[in-house]
Nanobody, 114 residues
């Protein structure tokens, strides 16, 4: 049974930082491309950042230079370091694992507000 469990969300002031974590089980983690997506109310889900099995990274235009994605294959965990947060970063953040088919976590809420 595949599980992706996100953590680290919360309320943060504009300009602050948060670090999201996603722990995977039930998959051979090192084989999988991992990604973070987000969905704000009334908007489509969008790609935030992705990291390949070989640790090549890709970022959405709105977060490039502020967010960093990384992975620890030994811990079966993917991270998203979010810096210089803006109110428009407010969304539910989802972890995604993909080799052919995709798996999703339940999401973690990030709210950026003063």
């Amino acid at each position: 049974q595949v599980q992706l469990v996100e953590s680290g969300g919360g309320l943060v002031q504009p300009g602050g930082s948060l670090r999201l974590s996603c722990v995977a089980s039930g998959i051979t983690f090192s084989f999988y491309a991992m990604a973070w997506y987000r969905q704000a109310p009334g908007k489509q889900r969008e790609l935030v950042a992705s990291i390949s099995s070989g640790s090549s990274t890709n970022y959405g235009d709105s977060v490039r230079g502020r967010f960093i994605i990384s992975r620890d294959n030994a811990e079966k965990t993917v991270y998203l370091q979010m810096n210089s947060l803006k109110p428009e970063d407010t969304a539910v953040y989802y972890c995604n694992a993909r080799v052919g088919r995709a798996y999703w976590g339940q999401g973690t809420q990030v709210t950026v507000s003063s």
